[in-house]
């Protein structure tokens, strides 16, 4: 069973909607497969503006959650076929976790390296366990992340490395890793996610999120979060 990572879910939500719409609510509902979701974007009048369609991907290990999300943009009832984005959830906890300008986050498609991003611009030390930090620095944090790779970063300009990744995916990837590079590119952690050759959610799942995002707006906007 495909389970998704149920704190990455706000985070890759707000990542994923980042460029949207002016939208005043989105209303987000799963499929009877939870690795699918639909994520609306409403006006405060109602009107739908638009849509996305998030995949959690399984992780290797069917015991953890997925910390990859695959963006898609919703067209019409169904998922587009090329991706809008790929958003990986990366994290780091134990003693003497700090800020690294060095650290960055890779992704791999089929065993091509893409793009790379500086994980120190999105992660955060999110949870400090000591009553009292010790002087010398934070001890025994969680470092956590989120981290988007899209075909336009930051200014706009084309990331063609994204892009190339994003291809992968929607021409039928098997495989898609996430790695931590530390210092010179030593690889610090390495996940390996499978994409079991779909490229893009299944329509009948799709389908399903959507009408419950649908109903969501309609009869209970409370649900919806603000945006």
């Known amino acids: 069973m495909r389970t998704p990572a149920v704190a990455f879910a706000a985070c890759a939500l707000s990542l994923g909607l980042a460029s949207a719409a002016h939208a005043e609510r989105v209303c987000t509902a799963q499929a009877a497969d939870p690795a699918i979701s639909v994520s609306l974007h409403v006006s405060d009048d109602g009107m739908v503006q638009g849509g996305e369609v998030h995949w959690a991907v399984p992780n290797v290990r069917p015991d953890l959650p997925s910390m ?91 990331d063609t490395d994204s892009s190339a990744a994003l291809s992968r995916i929607a021409d039928g990837a098997h495989t898609l890793e996430v790695r931590l590079l530390g210092k010179g590119g030593v690889v610090m952690d390495d996940h390996t996610y499978m994409l079991f050759d779909m490229g893009s959610p299944p329509p009948g799942d799709v389908k399903t999120a959507l009408d419950a995002s649908t109903k969501m707006a309609k009869q209970d906007p409370a649900r919806c979060q603000p945006f």
């Open 68 to 158: 990859v999300h695959i963006v898609y943009p919703l067209v019409g009832d169904k998922a587009g076929v090329r991706p809008l984005s790929i958003i990986t959830l990366n994290a780091v906890t134990g003693d003497n976790i700090v800020r690294s300008s060095t650290a960055s986050i890779q992704i791999v498609v089929d065993g091509a390296e893409e793009a790379i991003r500086a994980w120190d611009q999105y992660a955060q030390i999110v949870e400090q366990l000591n009553d009292q930090p010790p002087p010398q620095g934070v001890s025994k944090a969680s470092f956590l992340g989120a981290v988007p790779f899209t075909s336009n970063y930051q200014d706009g300009r084309r």
